[in-house]
């Protein structure tokens, strides 16, 4: 486990408890210096890794700050994590650029509650998490998104989890969404090249040629089946077809 940049694990009942992730050692230690300063009680770390294991670790927080590039898993990736985990508290991007409306639309569709510019200074950014926050967030149970049943597969979209015959697949987060889009709509290929771009974005190139990106694609597909597999050896419900892609069979 990579530990906290800093250690105030044990929160005061009076502050606002905030977690900081920030990349940049000083940026972390001085924007960290200056909440305090503002009476709010920060806990930082150097990368989402540090701050998902924190929360394995059952720590609490009325709000946490993401910076929107991360080392090792992205801002929005982390976003996406913390959403799946059903964390109790919202989080907010603190971004040093200015984001175009598809980058704000994928964030808030991931649960972000707000972006705010680190040019702004820490006296903005705090009267901000105040403002959204309400001053304290007392945490909210939200309603469960409905289930997804294809067959034997459940899809729970807001957790990005899915189940085989009661079974947990354990699928990373890229091999879900190629999962949730072939099940979507059985019957219907979904293109090599849909499928990549479920995987990355649109657009993205990757691998060998011009359709190098394709290897990636079926390697993905494979991992996929043989966790499906785990369960049920003759598993065939992922059908191929080398001109068109890859479909949910037809029940």
Request: glycine share 8%; hydrophobic share 40%.
């Amino acid at each position: 486990m990579t530990a906290p940049s800093t250690s105030s694990a044990v929160f005061s009942p009076q502050k606002m408890r905030v977690l900081f992730v920030e990349d940049d050692d000083d940026c972390r230690e001085a924007l960290s210096a200056e909440f305090g300063d503002h009476g709010l009680e920060v806990e930082s770390f150097r990368d989402g890794r540090s701050m998902l294991d924190g929360i394995d670790a059952e720590l609490q927080a009325d709000v946490a700050l993401l910076d929107w590039n991360l080392p090792d898993i992205s801002g929005i990736d982390l976003a996406l994590e913390l959403k799946r985990r059903q964390v109790a508290f919202p989080y907010v991007f603190l971004t040093g650029k200015a984001l175009g409306v598809g980058h704000e639309m994928l964030a808030f569709e991931r649960g972000a509650l707000d972006f705010i510019d680190k040019a702004r200074g820490v006296s903005i950014i705090v009267k901000r998490l105040r403002a959204l926050t309400g001053g304290r967030m007392a945490p909210k149970a939200s309603d469960p998104e409905p289930a997804v049943q294809q067959g034997k597969l459940t899809l729970r979209p807001q957790v990005s989890r899915a189940r085989w015959d009661g079974n947990d697949l354990d699928l990373t987060l890229t091999e879900y969404k190629i999962l949730a889009l072939l099940a979507a709509t059985p019957g219907r290929f979904a293109s090599y090249r849909e499928i990549y771009d479920c995987m990355h974005y649109a657009g993205f190139m990757a691998g060998g040629g011009e359709d190098g990106f394709r290897t990636n694609v079926r390697s993905a597909l494979k991992r996929i089946r043989n966790k499906f597999r785990t369960y049920q050896p003759h598993f065939a419900e992922i059908e191929n077809h080398p001109g068109l892609g890859y479909r949910w069979r037809v029940s």
